[in-house]
């Protein structure tokens, strides 16, 4: 599981047939068929087949016993909604850091550096470079 996600997937990799066909043949009892579940669907949502891959996610979740709590969940996103209100937002508009100095997200892999940059890069002033493999020399 932990390979599938060094690297995003553009072309079906022979990998995922393996991955399936070890689904299929064998019994890895729930941990290994829940790693096996998830890395078929981070290929799958790789290749943009999201059906496939939400029905891979489901399964994994699945194999570890994980179920979710829709009137749970419910409660949290209207206590958010009651918490984060316009008047909230619009009171902190002129809060931050108004340098134009560059930022450069730097992590190890795997620790959200991705996700950062991600959010950052949805505000209209924020350019996501992506990984810049130039940086490992500074």
């Known amino acids: 599981n932990a390979l599938v996600h060094t690297r995003k997937f553009t072309e079906e990799p022979p990998e995922l047939e393996a991955i399936l066909i070890e689904l299929r043949d064998l019994d890895h009892g729930s941990q290994g068929a829940a790693e096996l579940h998830h890395a078929a669907g981070k290929l799958l949502n790789d290749l943009r087949r999201y059906k ?9 979740n699945h194999a570890r016993g994980h179920k979710f709590d829709l009137e749970d969940y419910s409660r949290w996103v209207d206590a958010m909604i ?57």
């Open 52 to 60: 496939e891959a939400m029905d891979h996610f489901k399964q994994g």
């Open 82 to 138: 009651e918490i984060f209100t316009p008047e909230l937002v619009a009171s902190r508009a002129a809060y931050g850091n108004p340098s134009e100095v560059p930022v450069f997200v730097v992590g190890m892999p795997r620790s959200g550096t991705t996700l950062t940059e991600q959010i950052c890069a949805s505000h209209p002033d924020v350019h996501g470079a992506g990984e810049l493999s130039k940086l490992r020399r500074i």
